[in-house]
């Protein structure tokens, strides 16, 4: 069977998860729009690498109505996209019970939740029937798995995405677009500060498998990178 090259747009990847993904599928020939507020020189290298299979799309930003209309506006030579990754999301970690940091709490929802959704309803129409979308959430926005409490705006603008993916995967169903909801692990990132369990090489690698392996049947599931059903 001939390989097809896919297409994919990701948030979010400059560095990181997001970075990662990009080389990867990049490596197995599919092609990129590499989406972020400002491009990084690791992600201009792979792009002058690969200038038949990435493109950079930089001064994203998901919060700005105007901004996502601008890459939108922006795909003009991209006949379609395959799958759609949307990465993109700030953990601040000053949230205490004693004293929300409120302004923080917001500003992760914005990020976080409504940002990946803006971007999500924004691409839809270029969405390729039997595309798919991947929300890169946390583990972290479960509520049957808080078992240590803190991080507010973290754990409330997750679980606000996690939802928002769910109502998407049923609204999509009758255009057979899949939904997947994915927790990456604890991963060794700028994010994390460096602190976590797994590289970002091995946690894109099952976030992979999980998005191969998706579709109508299991579209709306939130798994970890390895495979594992989570707890809403």
Not at 74 to 88: E, F, H, Q, T, W
Not at 133 to 145: Q, V
Not at 152 to 169: I, P, T
Not at 177 to 188: C, D, E, F, R, T
Request: net charge neutral.
């Amino acid at each position: 069977m001939p390989f097809t090259m896919k297409i994919a747009l990701i948030t979010g990847s400059n560095r990181g998860i997001g970075l990662e993904l990009c080389r990867q599928l990049v490596a197995r020939g599919d092609k990129v729009v590499a989406a972020c507020r400002t491009s990084s020189p690791a992600l201009d290298a792979l792009a002058a690498a690969h200038p038949d299979h990435v493109v950079v799309a930089p001064d994203v930003d998901v919060t700005s109505d105007d901004s996502v209309k601008g890459l939108v506006g922006s795909l003009g030579d991209v006949p379609r996209l395959d799958l759609l990754i949307l990465n993109a999301g700030i953990l601040l970690a000053t949230d205490r019970a004693a004293a929300p940091d409120f302004d923080g709490i917001q500003k992760q929802f914005d990020v976080n939740a409504v940002g990946a959704l803006r971007v999500a309803v924004a691409l839809l129409p270029r969405l390729a029937p039997g595309g798919k979308i991947a929300f890169i959430t946390s583990r972290m926005g479960s509520i049957g798995d808080n078992s240590s409490g803190g991080y507010y705006g973290y754990r409330m603008s997750k679980a606000a995405l996690n939802m928002a993916a769910v109502s998407l995967a049923k609204d999509l169903a009758p255009r057979a677009i899949s939904v997947a909801i994915l927790h990456p692990g604890m991963v060794k990132t700028d994010m994390t500060r460096g602190h976590g369990q797994v590289e970002p090489e091995v946690a894109v690698r099952g976030l992979l498998a999980r998005i191969d392996e998706l579709g109508p049947a299991n579209s709306g599931t939130f798994w970890h990178a390895q495979g594992e059903i989570l707890p809403w």
